[in-house]
């Protein structure tokens, strides 16, 4: 069973920032995608942004693209979403999620979906 210890989430003013942390523990595979989803009160949870350990690919989605950077720790089962200019449409809670499947981010989120999420971190965006 793959479990997430999410970390990072607050409160923060307009343009600034925050970095969100995720160590993954339970992979079996050896190869999967990992990200975040987000989910704003009264929306439908939506793809943020992942990689794939496979080849490192990346994927955003529009919305985050130019002001969110996700990284990898090689050597171990870390992801840290560093998130700049936030907006107040960035408030929303962040699921750290992951698929063991030798397929890119694009295609996950298209064909297949994540397999396991976590509790969330709550990033709020408010002067």
């Known amino acids: 069973q793959v479990q997430f210890v999410e970390s990072g989430g607050g409160l923060v003013q307009p343009g600034g920032s925050l970095r969100l942390s995720c160590a993954a523990s339970?992979?079996?595979?050896?190869?999967?995608?990992i990200g975040w989803d987000r989910q704003a009160p009264g929306k439908e949870r939506e793809g943020v942004s992942c990689i794939s350990s496979s080849d490192g690919s990346t994927y955003y989605a529009d919305s985050v693209k130019g002001r969110f950077t996700i990284s990898k720790d090689n050597a171990s089962d870390t992801v840290y979403l560093q998130m700049n200019s936030l907006q107040p449409e960035d408030s929303a809670v962040y699921y750290c999620?992951?698929?063991?499947?030798?397929?890119?981010?694009?295609?996950?989120?298209?064909?297949?979906?994540?397999?396991?999420w976590g509790k969330g971190t709550l990033v709020t965006v408010s002067s």
């Open positions: 339970g992979f079996t595979l050896g190869y999967y995608v």
């Open positions: 999620a992951a698929r063991e499947i030798w397929r890119s981010c694009q295609e996950v989120y298209e064909y297949y979906g994540m397999d396991y």
